[in-house]
């Protein structure tokens, strides 16, 4: 049965070959015999498909939160430099009208106090600057000009959400060609949070510590890389199936190019499954990838 032919390396190392990656985990998909290569999916909130895989995760521990606040806040262009100045300045904004709200805020001689656990949904506009949106776990009813004085860098709403409305929020997608450049240049950025009490218990608790695992030994440290980076790696990976088990492949162009123009010969071979898995050829392996690969680099240099 062919395979790839290559050598593992460090992922700071450049080359023109794909890198296996060693976390094999068993896949209990394809038949074990069967041997296939398809695009890798990652757990982000940045890709269409991947924004599943993190909903997954939490899913069954979302609240109902149907006739609940929900708070959408916006920023005054006209109050900042830049956009990242914006986005730095209004979190620690938000921080701090939160705090006033659960501590109770005066407003025209009453006082409002809205202290149950809530979530944070970060998003931009398409100009590139950030607006947030929060949903608390309470029918209290807030004054909207006490919001909007409290926050004051730029328009807010008070509505009341609807779970349907909810899964909507959570579903939606900034892909990473429509993110700023400068939040591209950042490590992380936290899109969802919740404070404790907002997602229901997990019914499935994390087990405990295999007892024979040394844990002396020190831990290698894990590569640091921008959200750009990022993005370029995730587009330039592949996932391996074979003897029912999976792992990653790192190329040097992106694997939606190679698989573009192998998809045609595939399909007419019989070994195009659908859904972007193409069954790998047992006499060749991966070869006609790598030769594919070496080819778009030509082009590209």
């Known amino acids: 049965m062919g395979g790839p032919v290559t050598t593992a390396k460090s992922e700071h190392e450049q080359s023109s070959s794909p890198v296996l990656r060693s976390n094999v985990q068993p896949t209990g998909v394809a038949p074990l015999y069967e041997h296939t290569i398809k695009e890798f999916v990652p757990a982000s909130w940045f890709h269409p ?6 909903l997954a995760r939490i899913w069954d521990r979302l609240p109902d939160v149907g006739g609940k606040l929900f708070f959408t806040f916006t920023l005054d262009p006209k109050l900042y430099a830049n956009e990242e100045a914006a986005f730095e300045d209004s979190r620690k904004r938000l921080r701090k009208v939160f705090f006033q709200l659960r501590h109770g805020v005066e407003h025209e001689g009453k006082v409002y106090t809205v202290d149950a656990p809530y979530c944070i949904k970060v998003e931009f506009h398409e100009s590139g600057w950030v607006h947030y949106h929060a949903i608390f776990l309470t029918r209290r009813f807030l ?3 006490l919001l909007a004085e409290l926050w004051g860098l730029g328009w807010v709403k008070i509505q009341r959400i609807t779970n349907k ?9 900034t892909k990473p060609d429509d993110l700023p450049e400068w939040v591209k240049k950042k490590k992380r950025l936290r899109v969802f949070q919740t404070t404790k009490g907002f997602l229901k218990p997990s019914t499935n608790p994390k087990p405990l510590p295999t007892p024979d695992v040394d844990d002396s030994k020190p831990k290698e440290p894990r590569a640091s890389y921008t959200m750009e980076e990022r993005f ?3 587009e330039c990976m592949g ?3 074979l003897h029912g088990m999976a792992r990653t492949m790192q190329f040097s162009v992106p694997y939606r ?3 573009d123009h192998l998809v045609l010969s595939a399909a007419l071979d019989g070994r195009y ?5 193409i069954i790998v050829s047992r006499k060749e392996g991966i070869t006609s990838w790598l030769i594919m690969q070496n080819n778009l680099l030509k082009t590209t240099n």
């Open 165 to 173: 409305d909810f899964h909507y929020l959570l579903k939606y997608v």
């Open 257 to 259: 190019d190679i698989f």
């Open 239 to 241: 996932v391996i199936r």
């Open 232 to 234: 370029r790696r995730w």
């Open 49 to 54: 498909v991947g924004i599943y895989k993190v």
């Open 143 to 145: 004054p909207k000009e």
């Open 273 to 277: 499954k659908g859904s972007g898995e």
